[in-house]
């Protein structure tokens, strides 16, 4: 029998419990010591090595108090130039690039490194992670900072822990910054390397045998220079003393699967869930002496593994590569929560079709007994687990025919509206009597302690409907009234209500479960929970139209009915692996285009339909932009385009980069749609009209990210700017999101010169 390796790539760092984050957040506020956190950290580390202790190679350096880009970029040594004069504790250094500081809040260093703007943020490839961007200019010198990774290495061995190391490879690393002076980052390469290689090598002296660099540009389109960099930079790095298993994930090589093949490193992970197609290609095309690791669990989804069918493909696999075939998740597991076994009153039925990061772990580990030593060494394991895969795909609740029905009937005629853009824009006015430049809000007010101790409270059992009820309506009438009071032209009701802009619609459509400790890091110490969409989608009650009405009931002016939209519910979700994405998104459009008529029914005359994720859900590769586009679109269509010409549909998203996406959100057909500028300078508005955007646009004035209360000059400043690219009579003004992170005593002066500005705007 055969002799495959395990491995695993990383796994989530933040704790079961969220450990991690409570410790971050209680040494921010000062509440807690340096060796306090620190030793949550070595905790944790310890802990989720013995977890992985079975797997032949552990990773090690994946786990970090921020972000592991920014560990890297600590390793490297390449601080941005404003924190380089930096002395003091280096993890406070490392805390300041990570958070940023005001000047106000560093005493000891107010003369010398006081204020600090933190790193820019962005998402790393198509995950919800967020990495801190390495920031690069024609003058970056990189020295090389072994000691974060040499310490938890020793740490490992001394845990008994056969250590495989994880870095970010340079041509990543390059790739994913940005250059701050628009010069050229991959001159950098030549110096970079040297580094990396002096990292390699002091790996090696430290007893490491494999290092695992893990280069996911690798599955993105490279220009020729790109594809270059990494032959460059393999050949420098072969000459260390360590073996490299160069990974890759999230997508498939396509035409990189021969420069994937002549890179001279002594293994090579493949996703295997993405790339399934590719594995037969670089079977034949890796010389012979390399590993093939195969990413066979999915690392990015909650679903349990069909072991058997991944046996009846790996299997034959296994028979031709022998040894040197390794098997691992397809990514890192710090996309997936920790531990199903923490779901104590997890939906029973629901439950056993899951698996968590530690329940991947273990498929992992009944594959690999099924290869070295035959099916029947796991018999009892691989019959369970077919029931649980048989139990989920004929489970009614998975399955509604009525939903597959509806599904069938979709026609383009459902996302299209009765009448052009313009008709529509006449009756609107003429029904809403709306002064130019009219304003609005984009949703919700601040969610007060009162809010949430209500909620914990209705959870909890403490307090009954009724009772939360009346909380919620009195929250409702104080927004009222206060927009009332600013003169806002518009109203909302403030979303007192929502927990969550998803998880408030996934908790009352059928086909959606929540957990309850399934986090997810964001970044930094931001977790997220995302709800899982199981089955078919259906709404078996209106879900906001109490509620709206309720709040339209106070007041002659307009009520904005505020939805989640299809596509955002989508990408915030984990969403099932046996229909295509696509499949889903409609079903959610369908539920949601029902909600939408209902209340037109009920009288509400502006419905907004937010799609905050809708560009985030691009695919990796630009050639596969369109086709996620068009199914994208067209969901939203069918969520907001059945209503009548005269009521009025208003999208917001929370970007203002439409560059690519323009064309896209004009076929919304949106009246009004509502994006974030603020910081822009609304020169990002130019999209807008070299495309000759046809409709509506409320381009953001109010900062709602910064507690700073933005001024009515500067706020009519911005809409001068704006209505030099867009005709003052499309256009609104409005905040760039909602407000519900802030406080009634920023937001009250911050809308009242929003209201003036418009004012004056008008005059
Ligand atoms: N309507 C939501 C709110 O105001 C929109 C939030 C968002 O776009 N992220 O909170
Ligand atoms: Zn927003």
Known sequence: MSNITTHNLGFPRIGAKRELKFALESYWRGESSKDQLTSVGAELRQRHWA???????????????????????FTLGNLPERVQSFHGDTLDNYFRVARGRSAAGAEDHAACCGGVAAGEMTKWFDTNYHYIVPEFTAATAFSLDASRLLAQVAEAKAQGIKAKPVIVGPVTYLAIGKAKDNSNKLA????????????????????????????PILVTELSSEWQDAFRTAYAALSKTKVKLLLATYFGQLQENIALACELPVHGFHLDAINAQAEVATLQAQLPQDRVLSLGVINGRNIWKTDLNTLLDWLEPVAKQLGDRLWIAPSCSLLHVPVDLN???????????????????????EIIATALNHGRDSVSAELS?????????????????????????????????????YTARADKQTALLQLPKYPTTTIGSFPQTAEIRQARSQFKAGQIDDTAYTAAMKAEIERSVREQEALGLDVLVHGEAERNDMVEYFGEQLDGYVFSRFGWVQSYGSRCVKPPILFGDISRPNAMTVAWTTFAQSLTAKPMKGMLTGPVTILNWSF????????????????????????????????????????????????????????????????????????????THMCYSEFNDI?????????????IETSRSDMELLDVFDHFNYPNQIGPGVYDIHSPNIPTEAHMVQLMQKAAERIPAERLWVNPDCGLKTRQWPEVLPALRNMVAAAKTLRA
């Open 188 to 215: 950098l390469l030549e110096q970079l390397l040297p580094v990396y290689a002096d990292l390699l090598t002091a790996l090696a002296a430290a007893g490491v045998e494999w290092v695992q660099i893990d280069e």
């Open 575 to 650: 969403v099932r692996d046996d229909q295509p994405r696509s499949v889903s998104c409609y079903q959610l459009a369908l539920a949601i285009r029902a909600e939408v008529l209902d209340l037109e029914k009920a009288g509400v005359q502006v419905i907004q339909i937010d799609e905050a994720a809708l560009r985030e859900g691009l695919p990796l590769r630009q050639s596969q932009w369109q086709a996620y586009l068009d199914w994208a679109v067209e969901s939203f269509r069918i969520s907001a385009n059945g209503v009548g010409d005269a009521t009025q549909i208003h």
């Open 384 to 420: 369970a687990n077919r029931e649980a895969i048989e139990a989920r795909r004929l489970s009614p609740r998975v399955n509604n025919p009525a939903v597959k029905a509806a599904l069938a009937t979709i026609t383009p005629e459902l996302g299209q509206r009765r009448s052009a």
């Open 342 to 364: 923490s779901e104590l009153s997890f939906d029973a039925e629901v439950k056993p079709w899951l698996a968590f990061a530690l329940q991947k772990l273990d498929e992992l």
């Open 51 to 73: 977890h992985q202790a079975k797997l032949d190679l552990v990773p090690v350096g994946d786990f970090s108090f921020y972000d592991q880009v920014l560990d890297l970029s």
């Open 662 to 674: 323009i064309a896209s959100i004009a076929e919304m057909d949106a009246d009004v749609i509502t």
